[in-house]
C-alpha cells in the first residue's frame, strides 16, 4: 500500500485517505498546505474529506468489524510484532519526514517516534492484558467469569505536537483488542503518522480495520456523532477536547480526552543544582516548548531562587536553528500563527509587571530567515493574575514564581486548573513522600522533568487535563477498548439436587 503523498506536476504532492486499505484521493474542494516550519517549504497539501468519505471510512470499518473481533488473540498479536519491527526498521526515514514538518530535532523526532513504539511492542501482551476474571462456586455450583470484547468502532483524533506517538498511542492497542479503527490525524504535520499507518497494513492490518480520513472540525465532529463509532480518543487542547468530549458523550459514544496544561516544577534548595537547571531548562525548552507535559512554571522555594541566573545561563547556551541542523536544541515553533498567538500572549506578560529576564522573541536564525523560531524566553516575578500564567503558551517560555515552603509551592500547584504533570525537586525523601500525597496532578516526577509514564503503565493526567476516566496506553487503555461482559453460569448433572421453583432472592 502507497499512501504516501502523490505527486501531479507543478502541484503540492496529495496526502491520500485510506478507505477499505486502499489509499483514496480525496475529491473534496477544501485542500490545506503542509508546510515545513523552519523554511516555509509546501511539502504536501492535505484534503478536508467529504462527508461522504468519512461515511465511507466508518462503514468499510464497521463491516471489517465483524470478522477481525472474532480472529484469534494470537494472530492479532502476531500482526503487531511484525509492525514493531517494521516501525523499529524505518524510524530514521520517519523521523526524517517528522523532524521537516513538525519542526522538532531530528533526535527528537526519533524519541517522539520511540515513544509510540514501545506502545507497539506493548500492545504485543495482549494476551495477558486483555485476560477477564474467573471464580469458581460463587454459590453452590455456580460460577462467574468476566469478558473483555472489542466494543466496534473506535475513533482516533490527534494533535500536531507529537505525530507519531500520540497516533501510535491509539490505534494498536485499539485494534489488537479487536476493535477496527478510523484515524483523524493531525491536518498540521500527517506525513509521518501515514508513513506509519502505511507500515501498519504492511504488517498485515487487513482491509477497513485501520482506515485514515483527514480535516478539522467537521470531519471530528462527524466522528462524534456518527452512529457506527463507539468509542473517541482525542488528544489535543483544551477547547477542542471539551467540546469533543460533550458531543460524543450526548451521542453515546465512550470517551477519553488528553488536553492542555501547565506543569509545573517545584524546587527545594536541598535539590541537586546542576542535574535539576539541566532538566529544567531541557524540559522548559525541548520541542520548542510544544509538549503537553514541558515545564512550563518553575516554582523556586526559599532559597532556591538564587539559582536564576544559572538557569538563564543554560538557556542562553541552546542552540536556537531548523530541527535538521546537527547540534540544535530548539526547533521553530509549528506555523506562523503559533508564533504570533506566543508573541502576543508574550507582550501581555510585559504589560501585566512581569520581568522579562531572557527575551527571545527578536530570534533570527542563519539561514532560516523565514522560519517560525522563538528564542528561550523567561518572566520572573511572574504572579497567579497574568495571562502569561493563566493560559498555557505551548512554545519556549519559562515563567519563575518564588514561595517560602513546599507548603506554599503545594497550594500554588493545586489552584492551578490543570492536572497534566508536575515535578519536585529534592534530595529529602520525607519532602518526596509529603508532595506526592499532598499535590492535586495527575502525572508526579520526583527529579525527573517530564514525568510520561513508560507503556506498561498508563498516561493518568487529571484535572482539567483530562476528561473521562481512562487514559491511553497501560492497563487502563484495555477497559477503554472493551466492554466487560459477567457471565454467571450453572451447569447441572445427574447429581444435582432439584430445588423445585424458587420465586425468592437465593440467601446463599
Ligand atoms: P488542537 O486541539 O488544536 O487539535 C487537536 C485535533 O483537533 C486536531 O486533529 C485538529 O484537527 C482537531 N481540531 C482543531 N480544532 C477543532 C475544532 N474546533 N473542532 C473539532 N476538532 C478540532 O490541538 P493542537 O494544537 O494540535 O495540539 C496542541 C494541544 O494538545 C496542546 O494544548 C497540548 O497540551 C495538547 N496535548 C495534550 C496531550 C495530553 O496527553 N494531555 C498530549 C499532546 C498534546
Known sequence: MNASPQTVSGTPPKVMLLIDGKPVESSTQEWREVINPATQEVLAAVPFATADEIDRAICSAHAAFEKWKRTSVGVRMRIMLRYQALVREHLPRIAKTLSAEQGKTLADAEGDIFRGLEVVEHACSIGSLAQGEFLENVAGGVDTYTLRQPIGVCAGITPFNFPAMIPLWMFPMAIVCGN????????????????????????????????????????????????????????????????????????????????????????????????????????????????????????????????????????????????????????????????????????????????????????????????????????SDVTTEMQIYRTEIFGPVLLVMSVPTLDDAIALVNSNPYGNGVGLFTSSGAAARKFQSEIDVGQVGINIPIPVPVPYFSFTGSRGSKLGDLGPYGKQVVQFYTQTKTVTARWFDDATVNDGVNTTISLR
Not at 191 to 199: G, I, N, P, Y
Not at 241 to 258: C, D, I, P
Not at 290 to 318: N, Y
Request: charged share 20%; net charge negative; hydrophobic share 45%.
Open 180 to 379: 477496527t479503527f478510523v484515524l483523524k490525524p493531525s491536518e498540521q504535520d500527517p506525513l509521518s503518522t501515514m508513513q506509519l499507518v502505511e507500515l501498519a497494513i504492511e504488517a498485515g492490518v487487513p482491509p477497513g480495520v485501520l482506515n485514515v480520513v483527514h480535516g478539522g472540525k467537521e470531519v471530528v465532529d462527524a466522528l462524534c456523532t456518527h452512529e457506527l463509532v463507539k468509542a473517541v480518543s482525542f488528544v489535543g487542547s483544551t477547547a477542542v477536547g471539551t467540546h469533543v468530549y460533550r458531543l460524543a458523550s450526548e451521542h453515546g459514544k465512550r470517551v477519553q480526552s488528553m488536553m492542555g496544561a501547565k506543569n509545573h516544577a517545584v524546587v527545594l534548595p536541598d535539590a541537586n543544582r546542576e542535574h535539576t537547571l539541566n532538566a529544567l531548562a531541557g524540559a522548559g525548552f525541548g520541542a520548542a516548548g510544544q509538549r503537553c507535559m514541558a515545564t512550563s512554571v518553575i516554582v523556586f522555594v526559599g532559597e532556591s531562587h538564587q539559582w536564576l541566573p544559572d538557569l538563564v545561563a543554560k538557556a542562553k547556551l541552546l542552540k536556537v536553528n531548523a530541527g535538521s541542523e546537527p547540534g540544535t536544541d530548539v526547533g521553530p515553533v509549528i506555523s506562523r500563527a503559533a508564533k504570533a498567538r506566543i508573541l502576543a500572549l508574550l507582550e501581555t506578560g510585559v504589560t501585566e509587571g512581569a520581568t522579562l529576564t531572557l527575551d527571545g522573541r527578536d530570534i533570527s536564525v542563519r539561514g532560516y530567515e523565514d522560519g517560525n523560531f522563538v528564542g528561550p524566553t523567561i518572566f
